[in-house]
């Protein structure tokens, strides 16, 4: 009886040190198929880190072109006008004038730039002011420029400074009295003729006058008409 009892407390020693090896066992395994699965996941992300394209930077916007603002003289002259009396506030035009542009014809009476030149008698200087409106190449910059001060004479007929109550008629409104005088005739026969004007003053009739010009210029001109800038009504064929 003794002897079966120390058979058995021997056998169940075995088992218990053999069971204990077998945990042992299986945590060292279940602790290197944890660090396998994590070194796995570890050089997945290495991967895919590398094989990825960096991202691009976003583009920036592209600047809205600005298309050209037309206007008739006296809308245009006003730009300049507030700008002149800033320079000089006797200051008076004695002359105003069409800037020609690719981007317009002026043969609705409105042009995307316009020039006027101003004098001061008592301090005989003067400066000239264009406004644009014009994203053309070649036309004056948008907004309000200047030139430099220059010399003016009160005596030179070409220059006689002139109130701007006088300027009554707009642009548009002497195209269509040049028009009822050959003006049609020009554009019917060739519609891509430009229309330009200049305004300044006659001392002989004392009279503000639009020059109306079918042609980029007076020398080139196919027609010009001159209607009077304060009533509107036609005075003569120049050419």
Known sequence: MKTASLAFAHCAGEMSRVLSRAKKLRSRMLSMSAIG?????????????????????AE??????????LLTARSGFQKTYVAAR??????KPYRLESVVTSDGNG??????????SFGSPTQRSAKTFVWSGSAADGAPS??????????????????????????????????ATAQKHGGDKILEKAPDTPVTYVCDWN?????????????????????????????????????
Request: hydrophobic content about 35%; proline content about 5%.
């Open 142 to 175: 948008r907004g309000v420029s200047f030139g430099i001060e220059d010399s003016y004479s009160p005596t030179n007929a070409s220059t006689q400074v002139w109130d701007v109550q006088f300027l009554k008629i707009d642009s548009d409104q002497a195209l």
């Open 37 to 57: 699965v994590g070194a796995a996941l570890l050089s997945l992300a290495l991967l895919t880190g590398c094989s990825s394209e960096p991202e691009k930077p």
């Open 107 to 116: 043969r609705d009476g409105k042009w995307a730039a316009w020039r006027a």
């Open 203 to 239: 001392r002989n009739s004392n009279q503000l006058i639009w020059h109306v010009i079918y042609g980029s210029s007076r020398e080139n001109a196919k027609l010009t008409v001159s209607v009077d800038a304060s009533t509107g009504e036609f005075i003569r064929v120049e050419k």
């Open 60 to 69: 920036p916007a592209k600047p809205e072109v600005k298309g050209p603002e």
């Open 86 to 91: 800033g320079w000089n506030q006797e200051a």
